[in-house]
């Protein structure tokens, strides 16, 4: 599933989560205080979006079936697969500490961003020693979208000792977003969903002109962040009447 | 626009910018209060001559003109321009948020820092993937400048957490003198405004003094950074009465 | 002794600090003091594993026996044991500033922290310049090892400056396992106890699925140290009277 | 001078810094309060010693007597003393800072750590940007340096924001002489004192010697560093008598 529709997976999860992440911090802000239960509950269903992950990248129908190596050829199989399966775990880890957080175990503060920030290292790492056959724009395009893993990696790290820091929240948020974008983009370059070959892999102006939209999309990605702050902000203030059913809806 | 002009623009830019920073810092701290009407204003000068900036990589002669894809010979158009225009748009919404901080929006404490954080690592991460057709005095003299830019970008950040730091802010107008007399170094050595080739690109010893004179910018950026503190010193100490001339000045 | 036997001993070694922190932490947070005395005593213990692993480098019959250089062949002998011997010697000395911060001579707080976080810089860099003789899939382990040990690193380095921090010992101690257990990967990869030779240097798949590889190997190490964690906790809060026996025992 | 003495003198440059903080600092702790007039008069001190290295490297009889560009065959001349000079002239402006905040002129605290992190990191940079001319032995001991120069570095960093912190200022202290150490192991190798060629460039034995040499001259320093330490709380404690004496000296 490295073709498009495994990367619009992988984007439509990360945009999901930023999205969700650009209107819950405001709000939490404007309210002060969540429901736990309530928010308790929210994170089973990342679980489930975690597991459908690492399901999706199994059992796909040209994917691994949970087969790792190949006997008859003496070889690894469908590695990418793999791969992304162990990044959906190290999510999905993540967002088990995120529940644990909310229960009466009484973890240490903090735990949960560090877990998301392993998470997004791992994630960070795997592309970084991938092996990319020579296909130097898919590894111009995989090293562009580290600026926005290790970005949010470390804004996770720091929340760790600064927790509630507003700045670093949204700035997480707009990275996440940035990702989701990006491997849409990524699956348009390489294999478009209209059939017919990728990009050209040789064209110094591609990889010139791609690194530019990278940032591009960076730019929207702060607009939409920015965008949502304001408009919980408005919902808000402006019809407090009905705020009790929005804190239950994030 | 990558001609003897389009580096003595920027360069002229940053100048602005880091000349007018190491006098507005030293003389926030003698007043311990600037007008913030005032400063708004201020900063919508600024996010005209990001404006300017932007029009001018796009509308020189030789400019793209808005175009970024060429039908004809199905290749992108003059990306160099493209690549400055994408770098003024992020100090542009750097400049946008900053107005913002002084409006009643109350925006998060530390926002327009971040931004222009973001706005220089996004420069940074421009020149680092930039592709400089095996002209390795180019890539040499961009290598260099990337040190005051991170070094600026880096600073921003740890403004974001230690606001109205003096060291910090001292630090990042010395780096912003800094890039601004490296781009005018980079057009002489590049395309020389009398004419003629650049330097020579084999000369290894090109490359060794490049380096060390760029620290001898740097050592002059810092005097000219101390200079201009002494001299708001003065001038507000030995002449209180038009104290508050200057203050709108600035 | 970069064989099998030579890895396992280092993967031992990490393996016994990791676990047994993973289990002092907790234990310190619930009963909030640990018997100086006896903690100097068990800091005691460390100082003869750290001596024993020079000793096996030294003088296993393949070892360098204190010989460094050959008049014989003019050249260096036995560098690779010469190297974990460096690397002992520093956690020795850390061990020994250890032992001392337990002593009535008000070392600076923060001190054996800082001599850990040297002792695995040190071993880090010392890996970063070992020259891998072209073995591509040697040279792969080593990397991906390095980001436990700079992990690592970096996790003591900032205890320096926030000390008994519940989430960097956690961090720290699962590094320590990681390193542990993926030195006993490297020996069944490199040189497997069972004869042979080892793994196919060539064959890409082989990198890609010990990066992958490396990553599981990492979250085992989260869930043991997890599991250590709440065992501790069951443990004391559970056995509250034999906690006393306990308290000797780490 | 990139001949043995030019590499003893900046040994020996490094050592007396390092040897005398490693002396100044716990003295500073143990009486509280240093003579700042006499302090001051020190960094004068230091400042000859600043010059006096520039002078060195310019006027030593194969230097370039201040001629920069040969006009006769076109090409820079002894850009390594040049090199060497830049170096001393920014250590000469960090020491200037350094008794200026001794003045009354009431600088921010912590600008002469920022100048002297400033120092270190351009003597780092040049290092890096340095071209070897494919001696690589050469290259990997400048490479080694550099870990002392940016380990410095980011500790005079920190001091700037964490002031008067122990352990910052014994690592600082260590790394100094452990720069100096080095300087004279560079000049033994490349170009011994007994004349001779130096080691070997192409054995790989001699780089993998040298690396873990390195960290044994650093494991001497921090050995030197706490020794000094020592000998200090010694004799302030045992000869409260004469400590008058003492406190003039340093």
Same mark, same amino acid.
């Given at each position: 599933m490295s073709s498009f529709k495994g990367n619009a997976l992988r984007g439509t999860f990360f945009l999901i989560f930023g999205l969700g992440w650009s209107v819950k911090y405001p709000l939490k802000y404007l309210s002060r205080k969540l429901n736990a239960d309530n928010q308790a509950r929210k994170n089973m269903i990342?679980?489930?979006?975690?597991? @459908? !992950?690492?399901?999706?990248?199994?059992?796909?129908?040209?994917?691994?079936?949970? $087969?790792?190596?190949?006997?008859?050829?003496?070889?690894w199989?469908?590695?990418?697969?793999?791969?992304?399966?162990?990044?959906y775990l190290f999510y999905g880890l993540s967002g088990?500490?995120?529940?644990?957080?909310?229960?009466?175990?009484?973890?240490? @503060? !903090?735990?949960?961003?560090?877990?998301?920030?392993?998470a997004m290292f791992?994630? $960070?790492f795997l592309f970084c020693f991938h092996d990319y056959n020579n296909t130097a724009l898919d590894q111009h395009l995989h090293s562009l979208l580290l600026i926005a893993i290790f970005g949010g990696a470390l804004c996770a790290l720091m929340e760790v000792f600064l927790r509630d820091h507003t700045i670093l929240e949204f700035f997480?948020?707009?990275?996440?977003?940035l990702q989701g974008s990006w491997f849409w983009q990524i699956g348009f370059v390489l294999s478009p969903p209209w059939g017919g070959p990728g990009w050209d892999q040789t064209d110094r102006g591609n990889f010139n002109f791609l690194t530019m939209c990278f940032f591009w999309h960076y730019a929207a990605a702060l607009l939409?962040?920015?965008?949502?702050?304001?408009f919980s902000y408005w919902y808000v203030v402006g019809q407090g009447n009905n705020f009790g059913a929005l804190k239950n809806a994030f």
């Open positions: 990342c679980i489930c979006l975690y597991c @459908l !992950g690492m399901l999706a990248e199994q059992f796909v129908p040209d994917g691994p079936h949970m $087969g790792l190596y190949s006997g008859g050829t003496y070889s199989e469908k590695l990418t697969n793999w791969q992304y399966t162990t990044m088990i500490v995120d529940v644990l957080s909310y229960s009466p175990l009484k973890l240490s @503060l !903090g735990l949960d961003r560090l877990l998301l920030s392993v791992t994630e $960070g997480r948020t707009s990275f996440f977003i939409v962040t920015a965008a949502n702050s304001v």
